[in-house]
C-alpha cells in the first residue's frame, strides 16, 4: 500500500532524490519547511506544505513514515560562533518540533529517520569506526551527538527510531562534490592536507536507498553508518575522480593554507574518519556502488 511520509529539509539537495523515489514508488509526501511559498514553487508533486512553525497543525493527520533532513548548511558560511549556533539551533529545533508532534499524535507514526553524520566520530585516523563509538570532543561531536539524542525521544512514545550517520554524499547535482572537484577541472587539484585521512562517502542513490529500507523494514532501529563499505583516502578519492576527467591531480593543498580560508570548518576535510556500515549490511542492505571508483563513473558521466 502506498504511504504518506513527512519530510522536513525537503527542497535540499538529499530531499530532492528522495522526492523523486517517493514519487516513483507512489506514495505521498508532506513538506515541513522555513519556506512555504518557495517550495510551493519548487515541490509541485507534495500533498502538503506545512510551515515548520504550523507543524503541530499535523497533528491529525496519517502518517505512516517521518524523514528529517532540516539543518542549516554547514559549508554555507564561516563557522562563527554566531553560525555554529546556527547550524545547532537549526537541527535541534526541526527535530524536537517533530518529537512534540509525534506526541501530539493520536496515531503515531511506524518510524522516524534522522539524519546524522560521520563528524560524529571526529579525526580517528585509519581506525575502523562503529556505531558504539563515543562522539568527538568538539563542535561536530556535540552538534550530532545532541541531535541523535533529541531524535530518539521519538522512542519514548513507541514510534521506531532510525538515526544514519551520514558520510560525504557523491551526486552529481551536490554543491559539495562541485567544490571538490573544480580545481581537478582547472587542472590545480590534489590531495587536501597530507591526503592521507580517510574519507567516508555513499552514492546518493545508496543513501535514498537506505531511507527506503529503512521504512520498509521493521527489524531496522536505531543508529547506522550510512557510508559505503570501503572508505577512500582523500589522496586516492581525488586521484580515481581526476583520472575520469584526464586531469592530473598531483598539487596537495597544504593543511594550513585549508585552515586559513576555512577556519574551523577545515576538520571537515582535514580530519580522518572511517565509518563501515557492517550493521546495516548484516541488517540485509546490499549496497549498489561500494567503491568510489565506481560511484565517481555513475556521476561523472
Known sequence: MAKTILITGATGM???????EINKRGDRYFAVTTNPLAAEKKLKSAFRITASSEI??????????????????LGAKRWTDTAKK?????RMNSTNSLI??????????????STSGVDYYGDTGSKEMFEDA???????????????????????????TVIFRTGFVMA?????VKKLLMPVKLFVGGPLGGGKQYMSWIHISDLIALYMFAIDNVNVRGIYNASAPNPQTNELFTKHAAKLLHRPAFLPVPAFVIKTVLGEMSTVVLDGRRAMPKKIIDA????RFEHDTDAWKDILF
Not at 512534540?100 to 529517520?113: C, D, H, Q, S
Open 14 to 20: 538529499i530531499g530532492g532524490h528522495l522526492i523523486r
Open 56 to 73: 503541530l497543525s499535523l497533528y491529525n493527520e496519517k502518517i505512516d513514515a517521518m524523514i528529517n533532513l532540516a539543518g542549516a548548511n
Open 86 to 90: 546556527e547550524f545547532y539551533d537549526s
Open 100 to 113: 512534540e508532534l509525534i506526541r501530539e499524535m493520536e496515531t503515531k507514526p511506524e518510524v522516524l529517520i
Open 134 to 160: 563515543p562522539p568527538a570532543n568538539s563542535f561536530l561531536g556535540k552538534l550530532t551527538h545532541d541531535w541523535e539524542q533529541a531524535a530518539l525521544k521519538a522512542e519514548e512514545p513507541g514510534v521506531r
Open 172 to 176: 552529481a547535482d551536490s554543491e559539495a
Open 284 to 287: 540485509g542492505f546490499k549496497f
